[in-house]
């Protein structure tokens, strides 16, 4: 009889196989509908026209392929604070870090249906279950925005996620893009990182998440950009699952 150690590990590697044969079906899927042009298409007007509640958000995993690139015109200041918390608190923003007693537990770190609703504890969420496909990294387009449980699957795998709330200010959303693109220490532009209109009415105008961490921002100001190069710098792809080095 196997030991309750070698039950643990025969069912982690069942869980890591799963996601990757699902991580897989996503990739042929989402090459499929770009082979296939208009017929995907149609295929997305369909699929918009189904409805179901999952913490806010679309069905799908969404495409962040046809998102806008980097703003023209946009400078970031120079950075002034290296770190977080001090740039938080100069910034008026709030962390919120989740213990990994809690994070890191079984429960909070299953799959579930894709349609399930779940209630998450932090608003943005940052951690709990979640859909069994990761959203892909990228920039989403406020109609393209994935399910959050998508979302919160790409957190367990070491991703980082800028969001800005509903009605922000066209200025402050080229300040958070423009972030997506610039180079951070050993952070090469555009990686590990998301992008999206935040689906969930987070409280703040502008939010950062990683697995099991937040940083929340009231109101906009220069300081924010110093505040989430810090957090992008102190959590990038250490999610409880860093075997996804590459693009998503």
Not at 12 to 32: G, N, T, V
Not at 81 to 95: Q, Y
Not at 195 to 217: D, K, R
């Amino acid at each position: 009889m196997a030991s309750r150690k070698e039950q643990k590990e025969a069912a982690r590697q069942a869980r890591l196989a799963a996601e990757a044969e699902a991580k897989a079906k996503a990739a042929r899927a989402r090459r499929m509908q770009l082979g296939m042009g208009g017929i995907a298409g149609v295929a997305a007007v369909a699929a918009a026209a189904i409805a179901i509640a999952a913490g806010g958000g679309k069905t799908g995993t969404g495409n962040p392929s046809s998102a806008p690139g980097a703003p023209a015109g946009v400078k970031l200041p120079a950075q002034k604070i290296a770190d977080l918390a001090t740039a938080a608190k100069a910034a008026g923003c709030v962390l919120i870090d989740t213990p990994d007693s809690v994070a890191l537990a079984s429960a909070n770190r299953q799959h579930v249906a894709v349609g399930t609703k779940v209630n998450y504890a932090t608003n943005p969420p940052s951690y709990g279950p979640h859909y069994p496909v990761p959203a892909s990294d990228g920039i989403y387009t406020p109609s393209n925005t994935p399910a959050i449980s998508y979302l919160v699957h790409a957190l367990e795998h070491g991703r980082i996620e800028y969001q800005y709330k509903p009605g922000t200010p066209q200025s402050v959303v080229n300040q958070v893009l423009a972030m997506f693109y610039e180079g951070d220490g050993n952070f090469a532009p555009k990686q590990y990182l998301l992008v999206f209109q935040n689906p969930t009415n987070m409280p703040y105008e502008v939010a950062a998440t990683s697995w099991g961490h937040l940083i929340g921002c009231n109101t906009w100001n220069s300081g924010v950009v110093d505040a989430f190069r810090d957090f992008r710098l102190k959590y990038s792809f250490k999610g409880p699952e860093t075997a996804y080095p590459g693009p998503e």
